[in-house]
């Protein structure tokens, strides 16, 4: 019996290991991947937008060669940080079903002295208990989707990995943020013909607030405009995907055929709720998109023992993934101890 069963080894889930290794709870992570595994299909050579003070889990533990780490550093730093402090993680092993084990009841004297929920974790390799459970795994295995003819081509991927395949070829990205900013700005430099098809309310957007580009890729791709090595193309919407061409609509209604050997979808991804609403947990739709009911201090959820962080709250980026456990772990120890002091 675990006191706490995290799913997701990111940030989210390596600082509540962490955490909860300190406060001297019985956990395991697993992990359907690898270690960090959103960072590790980060495109490669990637530079981190952010600071090394929002990515680390001590204060000075990261030391990139910049002032801003690349992928790979970034990577390198929470693998060793699981190694290096010892961390239960599983790494590969998919969690396929969470459930409820019904409730259980310490008895003192011939009396019921309290009741805790248990759950049971059901993973393609076993299957584990625990009185609590933290969704922290990402959201990049549920792309969101155009839903246009053609879109199911093998030319067409909701990720960015690299540039090379792509050299002399004619590349469309769609999108309107970091992501698709930074593939549409590694083809053009690297070669390859690229058309960026964006809203014009996302391309003049500059509140870092909103999801826009960020002003250090923003520039950079404004310089590839003015060498002609990026195409910019404000998007009415898009019509279909063929194999060797995409139609488009501009914003102001024309009908635009241009050729293409493959097209990149980079417009978000939403974290998968399935799990969580089997177990009776309630959503709401905020600023993110759908998220879970929880409460803002704790990350407990309105079904006793189950917690959120990452993807599943209303806070995305890593900073407050990493500082979100230094909340979740003290409630779930205090009350992991009261139920103790209890019995």
């Given at each position: 019996?675990?006191?706490?069963?995290?799913?997701?080894?990111?940030?989210?889930?390596?600082?509540?290991?962490?955490?909860?290794?300190?406060?001297?709870?019985?956990?395991?992570?697993?992990?359907?991947?690898?270690?960090?595994?959103?960072?590790?299909?980060?495109?490669?050579?990637?530079?981190?937008?952010?600071?090394?003070?929002?990515?680390?889990?001590?204060?000075?533990?990261?030391?990139?060669?910049?002032?801003?780490?690349?992928?790979?550093?970034?990577?390198?730093?929470?693998?060793?940080?699981?190694?290096?402090?010892?961390?239960?993680?599983?790494?590969?092993?998919?969690?396929?079903?969470?459930?409820?084990?019904?409730?259980?009841?310490?008895?003192?004297?011939?009396?019921?002295?309290?009741?805790?929920?248990?759950?049971?974790?059901?993973?393609?390799?076993?299957?584990?208990?625990?009185?609590?459970?933290?969704?922290?795994?990402?959201?990049?295995?549920?792309?969101?989707k155009l839903n246009v003819p053609g879109e199911d081509l093998p030319k067409v991927h909701d990720q960015f990995r690299e540039t090379y395949p792509w050299v002399r070829k004619q590349a469309l990205i769609v999108g309107?943020?970091?992501?698709?900013?930074?593939?549409?700005?590694?083809?053009?430099?690297?070669?390859?013909?690229?058309?960026?098809?964006?809203?014009?309310?996302?391309?003049?957007?500059?509140?870092?607030?909103?999801?826009?580009?960020?002003?250090?890729?923003?520039?950079?791709?404004?310089?590839?405009?003015?060498?002609?090595?990026?195409?910019?193309?404000?998007?009415?919407?898009?019509?279909?995907?063929?194999?060797?061409?995409?139609?488009?609509?501009?914003?102001?209604?024309?009908?635009?055929?241009?050729?293409?050997?493959?097209?990149?979808?980079?417009?978000?991804?939403?974290?998968?709720?399935?799990?969580?609403?089997?177990?009776?947990?309630?959503?709401?739709?905020?600023?993110?998109?759908?998220?879970?009911?929880?409460?803002?201090?704790?990350?407990?959820?309105?079904?006793?023992?189950?917690?959120?962080?990452?993807?599943?709250?209303?806070?995305?980026?890593?900073?407050?993934?990493?500082?979100?456990?230094?909340?979740?772990?003290?409630?779930?120890?205090?009350?992991?101890?009261?139920?103790?002091?209890?019995?």
């Amino acid at each position: 019996m675990y006191d706490l069963i995290i799913i997701g080894a990111g940030p989210a889930g390596i600082s509540a290991a962490y955490e909860a290794k300190l406060a001297g709870l019985k956990y395991v992570v697993i992990e359907k991947g690898l270690i960090a595994n959103t960072i590790y299909h980060y495109p490669v050579g990637l530079t981190v937008f952010s600071t090394t003070n929002e990515l680390e889990f001590n204060e000075g533990d990261l030391k990139p060669a910049r002032d801003k780490p690349t992928r790979e550093e970034l990577l390198s730093y929470y693998v060793r940080f699981v190694l290096d402090n010892e961390l239960n993680v599983r790494t590969e092993e998919m969690v396929v079903q969470v459930k409820p084990s019904g409730r259980t009841a310490s008895v003192a004297g011939g009396t019921p002295a309290f009741q805790s929920s248990r759950f049971r974790v059901i993973t393609d390799r076993g299957e584990y208990d625990a009185r609590n459970i933290l969704f922290a795994n990402g959201a990049m295995d549920h792309p969101r989707k155009l839903n246009v003819p053609g879109e199911d081509l093998p030319k067409v991927h909701d990720q960015f990995r690299e540039t090379y395949p792509w050299v002399r070829k004619q590349a469309l990205i769609v999108g309107g943020g970091n992501s698709a900013g930074e593939a549409a700005l590694f083809l053009a430099q690297e070669g390859a013909e690229t058309t960026l098809a964006i809203f014009r309310s996302d391309w003049e957007n500059n509140d870092p607030k909103q999801g826009c580009i960020k002003y250090w890729v923003k520039q950079p791709l404004e310089e590839e405009l003015k060498e002609h090595c990026l195409k910019l193309f404000f998007l009415g919407k898009i019509i279909e995907i063929r194999e060797g061409e995409v139609e488009l609509e501009s914003e102001t209604g024309e009908p635009v055929v241009i050729p293409n050997d493959v097209v990149f979808v980079l417009i978000g991804s939403d974290a998968d709720l399935t799990m969580l609403k089997s177990l009776g947990v309630g959503t709401e739709q905020s600023k993110s998109g759908e998220v879970p009911v929880y409460d803002p201090e704790t990350f407990e959820t309105n079904v006793p023992g189950i917690y959120v962080a990452g993807h599943f709250t209303n806070h995305r980026h890593i900073k407050p993934a990493i500082d979100a456990p230094r909340k979740i772990i003290p409630h779930i120890a205090a009350k992991q101890g009261n139920a103790k002091a209890r019995a």
